[in-house]
Nanobody
Framework: VQLQASGGGLVQPGGSLRLSCVAS????????MGWFRQAPGKEREFVAA????????TYHDSVKGRFTISRDNDKNTVDLQMDSLKPEDTAVYYC??????????????WGQGTLVTVSS
């Protein structure tokens, strides 16, 4: 069972990035999938999640209106479109599933992480 994340990189403040995560099995299409992030020296925190049938999404308050989560169950993927990026968004972003809640302990499997750096 694997979750493979990609799409991180260096971007200037105000810029955009799109993260993508592909699951190795269709099992994850039955569960909520989402993203967490961990900034240097800080604990891992919830960013966004979407349930299996895509009719419910949840976002951390700090990213509402700037980030958009989407998923394609046919392709076993979950994406995170990040717009209006700020330096405080700098972190390693982790794909996760199943996501039963906003806490690290609510996650079943983690991807390997992809680094997002927002800096001028």
């Amino acid at each position: 069972v694997q979750l493979q994340a990609s799409g991180g990189g260096l971007v200037q403040p105000g810029g955009s990035l799109r993260l993508s995560c592909v699951a190795s099995t269709r099992t994850f299409s039955r569960y909520a999938m989402g993203w967490f992030r961990q900034a240097p020296g800080k604990e891992r925190e919830f960013v966004a999640a979407m349930n299996w049938d895509r009719d419910s999404t949840t976002y951390h308050d700090s990213v509402k209106g700037r980030f958009t989560i989407s998923r394609d169950n046919d392709k076993n993927t979950v994406d995170l479109q990040m717009d209006s990026l700020k330096p405080e968004d700098t972190a390693v972003y982790y794909c996760a599933s199943p996501v039963a809640g906003p806490n690290v302990g609510d996650v079943g499997y983690w991807g390997q992480g992809t680094l997002v750096t927002v800096s001028s």
